[in-house]
């Protein structure tokens, strides 16, 4: 068969028979439930299914369309890089992986400009965590201090720091040093902490435990225990940063300087990237040859990242994330509904607490939500965990609210 010149190949298979579940099961491995729908295509914060039905995303792929779906720029972008160079190796660099690393770096250490900052760059957040695992060895020390309720990823590294025990037990006895405190207990963790300890890991909000805020001074009593003990401080903001809770790091917003950053979700906007960034001492540590990637910091991958970040700054994402954000809370709180317990979160991750006859049936209303056509996750059985796109609109952010008792109500039935 042959193809005129310049005229494009489709490869993608044709006369596809629609994919039922047992399809599905056939020839993925069973690592995840059965998938709710088959979606097709998506515009903002729009998707469609295979069936043509729309649903209105206000989780964003768990937190990562940060832009929605085919943001014109991310688009455009992903074209006219992968017409340049989309891999090379570390062995080489590119221009734009430079300039990633230097704007993450700057944004790090915003609080400490005078603070050396460097960047790993990897694809994904469990990734990132690994990097910073093995950081925290350089210390000369091994014992890591975790929270209860926390989640860091699922690779062996990443699980080793993540309390949940469904995830964990199946794969004991898993890497490190690793014991728990009580997120939001500061006299635990002084306890817990001390001259061998290499690192204190945490999320500024738990997002996979439900939403869970510390806190009020938490994070700024965690950076006094680690300055007492020497101890890394170590903030995993693959959920939290890049905009989603109104500041490109809810740490560094808080004025809190963290030692070591990790970072994914919404820096790539649906591409895979992530990144491990070391502050002050931190920044030293790794030596050539110490960690490496073969994807991460491609030049594709970067180029997306920097168009990320542009967007968000030039469309002034990080104010409409906290207006929205704000909208969003008032609107849930001022339905008054005997389901709803209060809102917590930052920004545009919030959890909607559920109570009475509905605190153990989140996933109901999620289900509801779906056959509404929002989309919505129950991390928990009390929680609703919303997490839309940073370009979500004022009249989809109504929509939601107005619709909202009805789901609750078809939820208890």
């Known amino acids: 068969m042959t193809n005129p010149e310049n005229a494009p190949v489709d490869h993608a298979p044709q006369n596809l028979a629609p994919a039922q579940p047992s399809r599905y099961r056939r020839v ?19 998707v469609w299914s295979r069936g043509g039905t729309r649903y209105l995303d206000l989780f964003s792929g768990i937190a990562v369309n940060s832009l929605g779906h085919a943001h014109p720029d991310i688009v455009a972008a992903i ?21 990633l690393a230097e704007r993450l770096s700057t944004m790090a250490s915003e609080l400490n400009p005078t603070l050396p900052a460097r960047t790993f760059l990897c694809n994904s ?4 965590n690994e990097a910073a695992f093995k950081l925290t060895r350089l210390t000369g020390r091994t014992k890591i201090v975790a929270m209860e309720g926390s989640f860091h990823g699922r690779t062996m590294g990443a699980l080793a720091l993540t309390h949940t025990p469904k995830y964990r037990t199946p794969f004991e006895p898993l890497p490190g040093e690793v014991s728990f405190v009580p997120y939001g207990d500061l006299a635990a963790l002084a306890a817990a902490v001390d001259d061998q ?20 001074g938490y994070l700024a009593g965690v950076r ?17 940063g890049i905009g989603r809770c109104g500041s490109w790091l809810l740490s560094v917003g808080q004025g809190v300087q963290p030692d070591v950053i990790t970072l994914a979700k919404g820096l790539g906007a649906g591409f895979p990237v992530g990144a491990c960034i070391g502050v002050g001492r931190a920044a030293e540590l790794f030596e050539p040859g110490a960690h490496g990637t073969t994807f991460g910091g491609n030049p594709l991958a970067a180029t997306v990242a920097l168009t990320t970040l542009a967007v968000i700054d030039e469309d002034g994402l990080l104010v409409a994330a906290r207006e929205r954000g704000a909208q969003l ?13 209060g809102v ?9 607490e559920l109570t009475g006859e509905w605190a153990e049936r989140g996933s109901a209303v999620a289900a509801a939500a779906l056959a509404a056509g929002f989309i919505i996750n129950a991390p928990r059985p ?13 009249e989809q952010i109504d929509s939601f609210v107005t619709a909202l008792p009805d789901l609750l109500d078809a939820a208890r039935g």
């Open 197 to 216: 300890t290499a690192a204190v890991v945490l999320e500024p909000i738990q997002g996979e435990n439900g939403v869970v805020v510390p806190p009020e």
């Open 28 to 46: 993925l491995m069973h690592t995840f439930p059965e998938p709710a729908q088959i979606l097709e295509r998506g515009e903002g914060c729009w």
């Open 125 to 128: 957040g469990t990734e990132a």
């Open 344 to 352: 917590r979160g930052a920004g545009l991750l919030l959890g909607i």
């Open 79 to 99: 074209g006219r890089q992968a017409g340049l160079l989309m891999h090379v190796s570390n062995l080489f660099t590119t221009d734009v992986q430079v300039a």
């Open 382 to 394: 009390s929680v609703l965990r919303l997490a839309p796109s940073l370009v979500v609109t004022p």
């Open 329 to 341: 809370r008032e609107g849930v709180l001022a339905l008054q509904h005997p389901g709803i317990a």
């Open 224 to 240: 006094e225990v680690c300055d007492r003990t020497g101890a890394l401080m170590w903030v995993d903001e693959v959920q939290t």
